[in-house]
């Protein structure tokens, strides 16, 4: 199609910070890609490169096609790496850093090793870590990384989202009162974890506490036993929670007191000729999490509100 020439070139010359980036990157020549990106920018009518022998920048309308355009090139990608699938076998070793904790432990490694065990010829290595990895650096294959992410050369596609919600056990609320607003916070134990403050919405109304209990832990699960045993309130993420939610050893507070939409990404290095087990590996968890968040149930279908 006319409307997709020299899309993935534009594309590709942002992600890499240059034509002779690009070029290497698509494995055409330098002149070939200005050419196609020139002929884009004379389609749309509009400058969307200022070019000096220095640098590269976006223009105002650089900036906004960019948004949409990055969305198409991903697409196509995938497209073609779908299409490869039918006449490749994925072989080799692959590395993979993932974030500790629950979120790595009970559903991310668990599906590579689904991935491991459909194709016998790859061999994984799977990294827990909680520190920012270099990923190219480092030689990992890619990453899974979670929240808002930083301005970088690497490709990014998102694989699902999580909450954070308040519980407590029923034991707990049963001793100190059923909660229905968040100024009711203030009378309770509170148990602390990771977030300095405690941030809710409700349409227009908004909330914002610091909690005090007698408990303290960075670690959801640590949190989920406390709150489990009767000790307080916590705040977690739903993946912690859900668990312990389907055995009825805690309930979730204020439920439509809602709170902003985390979400996962897969991250990896830019690059046209990705090895045929990384793109599957990739596919193969977009495809396990495509229907929602395995642990929000009925909930996985919640639209994101931000990061």
């Not at 920048?57 to 198409?72: F, H, M, N």
């Not at 979120?103 to 991935?115: I, S, T």
Request: hydrophobic share 40%.
């Amino acid at each position: 199609m006319k409307e997709t020439q020299g899309v993935l070139e534009f594309v590709r010359v942002i992600e890499t910070g240059s034509f002779s980036a690009a070029a290497h990157a698509l494995e055409m020549s330098k002149a070939y890609v200005s050419q196609r990106v020139s002929q884009l920018e004379d389609r749309l009518g509009v400058r969307l490169l200022q070019r000096t022998t220095r640098k590269l920048s976006l223009t105002e309308a650089g900036q906004i096609y960019y948004r949409y355009a990055r969305e198409v090139a991903a697409q196509l990608q995938e497209a073609e790496d779908r299409v490869r699938d039918f006449r490749e076998t994925p072989k080799g070793h692959l590395r993979v850093t993932l974030v500790d904790g629950g979120l790595g432990e009970w559903y991310l490694a668990p599906a590579l090793a689904r991935f491991a065990a459909q194709n016998q010829e790859v061999s994984l290595e799977l990294d827990m870590s909680s520190r920012l990895v270099d990923i190219v650096a480092e030689g990992f294959d890619f990453a899974i990384r979670v929240g808002p992410l930083p301005d970088s050369s690497l490709l990014a596609r998102k694989l699902t989202t999580f909450r954070y919600g308040l519980y407590a056990s029923p034991y707990y609320l049963k001793q100190h009162g059923i909660i229905t607003r968040p100024e009711q916070l203030a009378g309770h134990n509170c148990l602390s974890g990771a977030a300095q403050r405690w941030q809710l919405s409700r349409g227009a109304e908004t909330f914002t506490c610091k909690p005090q209990g007698s408990w303290h832990s960075k670690s959801g699960q640590a949190l989920i036993y406390a709150a489990e045993v009767g000790l307080g309130i916590v705040r977690t993420a739903s993946f912690y929670a859900e668990r312990a939610l389907v055995k009825g050893r805690i309930i979730e507070i204020l439920p439509d007191w809602s709170q902003a939409l985390t979400p996962v990404w897969i991250v990896y290095p830019s690059g046209r000729n990705q090895p045929r087990r990384v793109t599957a590996a990739i596919n193969f968890l977009l495809d396990e999490f495509r229907g929602g968040p395995p642990w929000e149930g009925s909930r996985g279908n919640e639209q994101e509100t931000g990061s």
